[in-house]
């Protein structure tokens, strides 16, 4: 018996939420009075530190995944999920990367313009 298309969807739906729940963290907000020079943790800044942990636990993850599968430890995650471990890590990288090329180009325009 074949499952109907309205389960197969609903299926597909959980199975997307449950994975944008694991995956993408909850971001710090960002207050509107906030984020002067003098503030720690309030609005760019805390973004900026937020990323800044996300990459680095993704990749401390991935390497205890890493090291834990080639050890071949008692219950170490399984190939897949291990590659998958440091694919994540590596996008993640890559997006605090590009994050840091946009705002070196901002502010190269902005100091590039006359006063």
Do not use: C, W
Not at 57 to 81: C, D, H, T, W
């Amino acid at each position: 018996m074949t499952p109907s298309i309205q389960a197969v969807g609903a299926s597909l739906a959980q199975s997307l939420l449950q994975l944008k729940t694991e995956t993408l963290p909850s971001l710090p907000t960002i207050s509107a009075a906030g984020g002067g020079a003098g503030s720690d943790h309030s609005g760019f800044a805390a973004l900026i530190t937020h990323g800044l942990s996300i990459v680095s636990q993704a990749q401390a993850a991935a390497g205890a995944n890493e090291k834990a599968f080639a050890a071949q430890v008692p219950g170490a995650p399984s190939l897949s999920q291990t590659m998958l471990s440091m694919q994540k890590s590596s996008i993640a990288f890559q997006e605090l990367i590009g994050i840091r090329n946009e705002l070196t180009r901002g502010y190269i325009t902005l100091i590039s313009m006359p006063v």
